[in-house]
């Protein structure tokens, strides 16, 4: 049984800081996420991470601001939000995929979800 449990999220004012942090129990994944959603939209991949080479991909969104990295022995992957904007309100979730091949940034190509953690940026 894999569970993934996210922390750090909170509210921040515009240029602010965040690092949200997931850390994963169970077999390991082969690509692990982090995602936001929006109530009414759909939730959208901003970073990934190859969990294997530690290879990391980014949203056009989070390019320049944010980083993916893990920490192998801990088994936990975070999401340093740097200059954070108020477009970046959402609900964050981490999420983990079993099948080959990272990156992968369609949710439903991932198994296993994290329960979220809300950011808030206020102007």
């Known amino acids: 049984q894999v569970r993934l449990l996210e922390s750090g999220g909170g509210s921040v004012e515009a240029g602010g800081s965040l690092r949200l942090s997931c850390a994963a129990s169970g077999d390991d994944s082969y690509c692990m996420g982090w995602f936001r959603q929006v109530p009414g939209e759909e939730r959208e991949g901003v970073a990934v991470i190859d969990t294997g080479s530690g290879s990391p991909v980014y949203a056009d969104s989070a390019k320049g601001r944010f980083t993916i990295t893990q920490h192998n022995v801990k088994n936990t992957v975070y999401l340093q939000m740097n200059r954070l904007k108020p477009e970046d309100t959402a609900m964050y979730y981490c999420?983990?995929?079993?099948?080959?091949?990272?990156?992968?940034?369609?949710?439903?190509?991932?198994?296993?979800w994290g329960q979220g953690t809300q950011v808030t940026v206020s102007s």
């Open positions: 999420a983990a995929a079993y099948k080959a091949g990272c990156p992968r940034f369609r949710p439903d190509e991932y198994d296993y």
